[in-house]
């Protein structure tokens, strides 16, 4: 079957020696090319403040791809057709003057112009300014921006009204790379595909939802903006009320993007927020303690280099809420994230509600419900989980739990999977949206969790301890145990 090529494309990346670029963008991009997926006269310009010429800039980047492409996927005549599509230019960005030698750069061209911002957020007006100023941009051009999209409501709304200043709506591709992952997208296959799971989708036959995302590593030297994030701002408002979306939306009339993303708006809607005597119940804030990662000692979070002893910033934070709609109604949903524990975990599980009649043995009754865990990372795939009869004529009618097994390596052994920025710079380039988040998401997301922090506020209280290596704070633990359930943790 022929590949389906992209169109031709200009993409200027903004911040193209930084820590993103670096680790994750150019490997994306040479797997697109890599593939066949770019178009030959595709081109692609960095633009970061360094003084450095074009070879050198190049250099960079064949580094780079030694260091974030497997050695097998490196192929020489390859890395080096990838290598003659880029070019460089010295900018700074606060100044009008240097974006004329980007519209320079495009003279002549007929390709639209993609603008990628991995830059911090306090830049993104200044540039789409300057970009719309120096004679860079028309109609066709597109803007893509990174998380986090401001500290809070009011800060979202005066970045996306910048942004929004320069760029319609169509043109902005607001990323979430977790929307980019193979089983997120197969969220949508499995959910409105199989009549065996959409028929069941529902809180007749779902007792309880968990989604987890856990980190090993600690700040890894962001303290500047971790601190004044904390991990409810960096993970919650946006990874995680991402996959809850998923998770929860209505079946979207097709799969275009404002089908998709105005079911998702209106999950954010009907989540209810944590507020009053639920703050002392239904949540939890941690920060961690010395312990061990990996099997060595580690630093606690206040012992971390260039911390503020004093910090009350969270690490960890765990809370239970429901979607009040017809569809989850009385279902509660688990989130939790943290950094520094003990595996490095993205995954969401499934409760079905027990039989109504049980016949087996009673010390068993615990066992007697399915489970449904998406595993985004590591090794994504989705796993079953299923009562049978435990085997051998000694046993009776002893139960015992088996998995109906998928793993996406082991079923596709030939297929690659594609990194999620991959996935989500094809999709800029195709000019589809269905990935990124819409300006409404973002801000539904924040006014939820500026009321949390609200609440937060209001009582004064510090985070609870954990040490480095756990699951968290034992009160986390507690608020699951408080409605008889636990934590799914048979990784």
């Known amino acids: ?36 997926l770019l178009a ?6 960095g633009l970061a403040r360094q003084d450095i010429d074009a070879e050198a800039f190049r250099e960079r980047v064949r580094e780079a791809l030694d260091k974030s492409v497997d050695a097998k996927e490196r192929e020489d005549d390859k890395v080096d057709r990838f290598i003659g599509r880029l070019h460089y230019l010295k900018l700074d960005f606060a100044s009008v003057e240097g974006y004329r030698d980007i519209a320079e750069w495009q003279a002549g061209r007929r390709t639209p112009l993609t603008v990628y911002l991995s830059v911090p957020a306090s830049l993104f007006g200044v540039i789409c300014k300057n970009l719309e100023q120096g004679g860079c941009l028309d109609e066709e051009s597109r803007v893509v921006v990174e998380k986090p999209i401001g500290y809070d409501l009011e800060s979202s709304i005066e970045i996306n009204d910048a942004i929004g200043s320069v760029f319609d709506e169509r043109q902005i591709y607001r990323i979430d790379h977790y929307l980019g992952k193979e089983t997120v997208q197969n969220l949508l296959a499995l959910r409105f595909a199989n009549p065996l799971f959409g028929n069941q989708w529902n809180q007749s036959q779902i007792s309880h939802v968990e989604i987890t995302v856990a980190e090993t590593v600690g700040i890894e ?5 971790f601190d004044q994030a904390g991990q409810l701002r960096d993970m919650v408002q946006n990874h995680l009320m991402q996959l809850l979306c998923m998770i929860a939306m209505e079946p979207p009339s097709n799969l275009d993007a404002d089908s998709i993303r105005d079911e998702k708006v209106k999950v954010l809607k009907a989540l209810r927020p944590i507020e009053g005597e639920r703050l002392a119940t239904d949540v939890v804030r941690g920060q961690y303690i010395s312990g061990t990662s990996g099997g060595k000692p580690v630093p606690g979070y206040l012992e971390e280099e260039g911390a503020n002893v004093d910090s009350r910033t969270e690490t960890f934070v765990a809370f239970k ?20 524990m003990p595996e490095k975990l993205s995954q969401i599980v499934i409760h079905f509600r027990q039989q109504p009649h049980y016949i087996f043995d009673p010390d068993q009754r615990g066992l007697a419900s399915n489970k449904l865990i998406i595993r985004l990372q590591p090794d994504e795939g989705i796993n079953l989980q299923v009562l049978t009869k435990d085997s051998g004529l000694d046993k009776g009618m002893r139960l015992r739990p088996g998995p109906l097994h998928l793993d996406f390596h082991k079923a596709f052994p030939k297929a690659r999977i594609p990194d999620a920025y991959e996935r989500l710079i094809l999709e800029v380039m195709k000019g589809r949206q269905y990935l990124f988040v819409r300006r409404d998401e973002v801000e539904y997301s924040w006014r939820w969790v500026d009321k949390l922090i609200a609440g937060w506020e209001s009582r004064g209280l510090p985070p609870k301890r954990y040490p480095a290596g756990s699951w968290g704070p034992v009160s986390s633990i507690a608020m699951i145990t408080r409605d008889g359930r636990s934590w799914f943790e048979e990784y």
């Not at 030297?221 to 903006?225: I, P």
Request: proline content about 3%.
């Open 1 to 36: 079957m022929a590949v389906e090529q992209t169109p031709a494309v200009d993409l200027a990346l903004f911040g193209a020696l930084g820590d993103l670029a670096l680790r994750k963008l150019y490997a994306a991009l040479y797997h697109l090319d890599r593939g066949g």
């Open 40 to 45: 030959s006269d595709t081109r692609i310009l």
């Open 221 to 225: 030297g962001r303290w500047g903006y």
């Open 321 to 340: 809420t429901e979607v009040s709609n017809w569809r989850w109604a009385g279902v509660p949903f688990y989130l939790r994230t943290g950094k520094r």
